[in-house]
């Protein structure tokens, strides 16, 4: 990673794009729960501070770093979307559509869109560039990586109180092996993702596997 994570946003800004918005999602791998995306335009000449990429950062780190970009942003939005569009869209599209509604949701318009990965989005709205692993190499898409990362969390704790017994405060939504254990016993709950495995091997509440 580069040690001034603003490089990026700076050599734009002295190009004289001054809005410069950051895209990045959370969510397209686990088999329950929404895909959330955000999108966060940094202010010119505020550091980047404890904002890192969301996968660097403790869960203790990522709140802190949340509440700075809350602070210093110099505009942020979120977008969800639902279990039932993820199994109709598949985990990509529902990416690349929750990035996008995160950019209009921006209170302001912006000169550039910087994407995490090696896909620009669905918009026409402003210039784009993919940037591969740029959640390590733009401060805007860190930003992005933990407002997207944060929120769903903070989501999928709530859901852990509305379907007890699945563990979704501890994974997330992810297939861990606490996850398919209960799920298991259990069965799926509304934000299962009906069209992955191994929700979509269930049979009458059982999954439908060899052990």
């Given at each position: 990673?580069?040690?001034?994570?603003?490089?990026?946003?700076?050599?734009?800004?002295?190009?004289?794009?001054?809005?410069?918005?950051?895209?990045?999602?959370?969510?397209?791998?686990?088999?329950?729960?929404?895909?959330?995306?955000?999108?966060?335009?940094w202010r010119?000449?505020?550091a980047?501070?404890?904002?890192?990429?969301?996968?660097?950062?403790?869960?203790?780190?990522?709140?802190?770093?949340?509440?700075?970009?809350?602070?210093?942003?110099?505009?942020?939005?979120?977008?969800?979307?639902?279990?039932?569009?993820?199994?109709?869209?598949?985990?990509?599209?529902?990416?690349?559509?929750?990035m996008?509604?995160a950019?209009?949701?921006?209170?302001?318009?912006?000169?550039?869109?910087?994407?995490d990965?090696?896909?620009?989005?669905?918009?026409?709205?402003?210039?784009?560039?993919?940037?591969?692993?740029?959640?390590?190499?733009?401060?805007?898409?860190?930003?992005?990586?933990?407002?997207?990362?944060?929120?769903?969390?903070?989501?999928?704790?709530?859901?852990?109180?509305?379907?007890?017994?699945?563990?979704?405060?501890?994974?997330?939504?992810?297939?861990?092996?606490?996850?398919?254990?209960?799920?298991?016993?259990?069965?799926?709950?509304?934000?299962?993702?009906?069209?992955?495995?191994p929700?979509?091997?269930?049979?009458?509440?059982?999954?439908?596997?060899?052990?």
């Amino acid at each position: 990673m580069s040690g001034d994570l603003t490089a990026v946003e700076t050599r734009l800004w002295q190009q004289g794009a001054r809005r410069v918005a950051g895209v990045d999602e959370a969510g397209r791998g686990p088999i329950a729960g929404p895909v959330v995306a955000a999108a966060v335009v940094w202010r010119p000449g505020v550091a980047a501070g404890p904002v890192r990429d969301s996968k660097a950062l403790s869960e203790r780190q990522r709140d802190t770093a949340f509440a700075y970009v809350h602070e210093h942003a110099l505009a942020w939005a979120v977008a969800m979307v639902g279990v039932e569009d993820v199994d109709r869209m598949n985990p990509l599209r529902a990416a690349l559509h929750a990035m996008a509604l995160a950019v209009q949701r921006l209170r302001l318009p912006v000169d550039r869109i910087l994407v995490d990965g090696n896909m620009t989005l669905p918009l026409r709205t402003a210039d784009q560039q993919a940037i591969v692993k740029g959640d390590a190499r733009s401060v805007s898409i860190a930003a992005a990586s933990i407002m997207a990362k944060v929120t769903r969390d903070r989501w999928m704790r709530r859901c852990d109180e509305l379907f007890p017994g699945y563990g979704f405060a501890e994974h997330k939504g992810y297939g861990s092996a606490t996850h398919i254990r209960m799920l298991r016993e259990l069965g799926p709950c509304p934000i299962h993702r009906r069209s992955f495995a191994p929700v979509a091997g269930l049979k009458q509440g059982r999954l439908a596997l060899d052990d």
